[in-house]
């Protein structure tokens, strides 16, 4: 992320947190309880209880962070951030922000996808939606902007980021998501 991203962007090094890889080896129970308090928490202590923005990606099978279809974390109701040791996609064992913290502790959730693989995502997890005309996403000519409904109960954990706070839900999606959904 470093040599990739954040090298490359005006973000001081001091607001850059990853994992602590010294304890690796030890386990991902480990890393998930110290990033929760060495980076989950303080954030919320600075920023008055709520991050202000979570970007999130989607996979082809609805998973987002790490929140798998019909895994056990999908329940999780305590912890900020989650070890996972059974992932269904490599790495087997990795960390993830929980529901609690997207749902009840952020501002404002972003979701992105992009290809075709994620249409039919698209469409299991939104029910009705319209076009907003007149809307102006500025500088990206062709995108459009709609109000959308979420499927409730939906199959997917991408459409189980449900925010508090009204508005608090973006969704963006290329052209290829879009084209064979409810979008399209």
């Not at 082809?60 to 790490?66: L, N, R, Y």
């Not at 999908?74 to 490599?90: G, R, T, Y």
């Not at 902007?145 to 449900?162: E, I, Q, S």
Request: proline share 8%.
């Amino acid at each position: 992320i470093q040599k990739n991203f954040t090298s490359h962007v005006p973000i001081p090094t001091k607001h850059v947190y990853g994992i602590k890889e010294s304890l690796i080896s030890e386990s991902s129970l480990a890393i998930a309880q110290s990033y929760e308090d060495n980076v989950v928490k303080p954030l919320l202590e600075k920023s008055g209880g709520m991050l202000d923005c979570v970007v999130l990606g989607f996979g082809p099978d609805g998973h987002t962070c790490s929140l798998f279809p019909n895994h056990p974390l999908l329940l999780e109701e305590n912890a900020f951030v989650a070890s996972i040791d059974d992932s269904p996609k490599p790495p087997p064992s990795r960390i993830t922000l929980t529901f609690p913290i997207l749902n009840k502790l952020s501002r404002k959730v972003i979701i992105c996808g992009a290809g075709s693989t994620k249409s039919a995502i698209l469409t299991e997890v939104f029910g009705e939606s319209s076009e907003l005309v007149g809307f102006a996403v500025s500088n990206v000519e062709g995108a459009k902007a709609y109000d959308a409904t979420l499927n409730d109960p939906t199959p997917h954990p991408c459409g189980m980021v449900r925010p508090v706070r009204i508005g608090s839900l973006v969704w963006v999606v290329d052209v290829d998501a879009a084209k064979e959904s409810i979008f399209g």
